[in-house]
C-alpha cells in the first residue's frame, strides 16, 4: 500500500467489515479484502475445507481460540414458498407446524432423507400480498444442512407434502416457485450465525471481541482487531450486531489515530 502512516485492512468485510469502513472514511489508508463469490467473513480455528491449512498463522492465544471453541455456530436457513393464490386467511401471520406423534422433547427421527422436513418450525406469511403471496418457512440444525444438498424440486416436494398434510387438503396446489438460503455450503461462512452454547457465556464473547496484542502497553497497539455478530455480547445472532461491531472496532481505530469520525449520510 501506497502513503505513510497507519494503515487499516478490513478481511472479510461483510456488513461489519463495511460498517468500519463508513466510518473509517477519514482514515489515511483503508483496504477491505473481500472473497469475490460471497460477502462477508467468518473467524474459525478449525480447518478450512480439507486442505488443513489454519486460518491463523501464527496461531491465536489459546485464551481466545477457547472462547471461539466455547460459542456455538449453527445453520438457519430460510425457504421461501411462492403461490399463484394463498390458501391462507388475510389476516393470517403465521403457520406453525406440530407434528403429533413426536414429543417436542426428542429429535426428528435420525433418517434425515426421509425426515428432514420435520425440523421446520413453521411459515410466516410475508406482507404485503401485492407483492406476491409467499411464504417463508425456518429451519436449523443438521436437518438444515441437508436441505441444502436436495434440489430445488426436491425441497419444493417435500414442501407441498407438509403443507398438504398440515391443511388436511391433498389437492393444495403446489408453489409456484422456491427460493433458499444455502448457509452452510457457503464457503465463505459455513453457517449461518453463533450462539451461546451450553458451557459459554457473554464472557467468552468479550473475549472474542478483545483486539490483539492483548497487553495495553504494547508499543504497537490493536494490530488484530474482530467484529462480527459473535463479538457482539448483546446483539450477537443478528445483522445489527454485526453493524454495530464493525463501529465499535471503527471507534477504537479513531481514538487510536485521533481521526474524525465521518458524519452519517442519509
Not at 472479510?12 to 479484502?33: D, K, T
Not at 458451557?199 to 504497537?220: H, T, Y
Request: aromatic share 8%; with cysteine.
Amino acid at each position: 500500500m501506497e502513503g505513510s502512516g497507519p494503515r487499516v485492512v478490513a478481511v472479510g468485510a461483510g456488513l461489519a467489515g463495511l460498517g468500519a469502513a463508513q466510518r473509517l472514511r477519514g482514515h489515511g489508508s483503508l483496504r477491505l479484502l473481500e472473497a469475490a463469490a460471497r460477502v462477508g467473513g467468518r473467524v474459525c480455528t478449525r480447518p478450512f475445507g480439507t486442505g488443513g491449512e489454519e486460518f491463523f498463522q501464527p496461531p491465536l492465544p489459546e485464551r481466545k481460540a477457547q472462547a471461539i471453541r466455547n460459542l456455538g455456530f449453527g445453520t438457519n436457513n430460510k425457504i421461501f414458498l411462492e403461490f399463484e393464490q394463498p390458501f391462507w386467511e388475510p389476516e393470517q401471520q403465521l403457520l406453525e407446524v406440530v407434528w403429533e406423534d413426536e414429543s417436542p422433547l426428542e429429535e426428528p427421527d435420525a433418517d434425515l432423507e426421509a425426515n428432514w422436513f420435520k425440523k421446520l418450525i413453521g411459515f410466516v406469511v410475508l406482507q404485503p400480498p401485492e407483492h406476491g403471496h409467499v411464504l417463508c418457512g425456518f429451519i436449523a440444525g443438521k436437518e438444515s444442512e441437508h436441505m441444502e444438498t436436495l434440489s430445488d424440486a426436491e425441497v419444493l416436494s417435500a414442501m407441498t407434502h407438509v403443507l398438504r398434510t398440515m391443511t388436511g387438503n391433498p389437492d393444495l396446489p403446489a408453489p409456484r416457485s422456491v427460493l433458499r438460503s444455502r448457509w452452510h455450503s457457503a464457503p465463505y461462512t459455513r453457517g449461518s450465525y453463533s450462539y451461546v452454547a451450553v458451557g459459554s457465556s457473554g464472557d467468552d464473547i468479550d473475549v472474542l471481541a478483545q483486539p490483539l496484542p492483548e497487553d495495553p502497553r504494547d508499543p504497537r497497539p490493536l494490530q488484530l482487531l474482530f467484529a462480527g455478530e459473535a463479538t457482539h455480547r448483546t446483539f450477537y445472532s443478528t445483522t445489527h450486531g454485526a453493524l454495530l461491531s464493525g463501529w465499535r472496532e471503527a471507534e477504537r481505530l479513531n481514538q487510536l489515530f485521533q481521526a474524525p469520525v465521518p458524519a452519517p449520510q442519509s
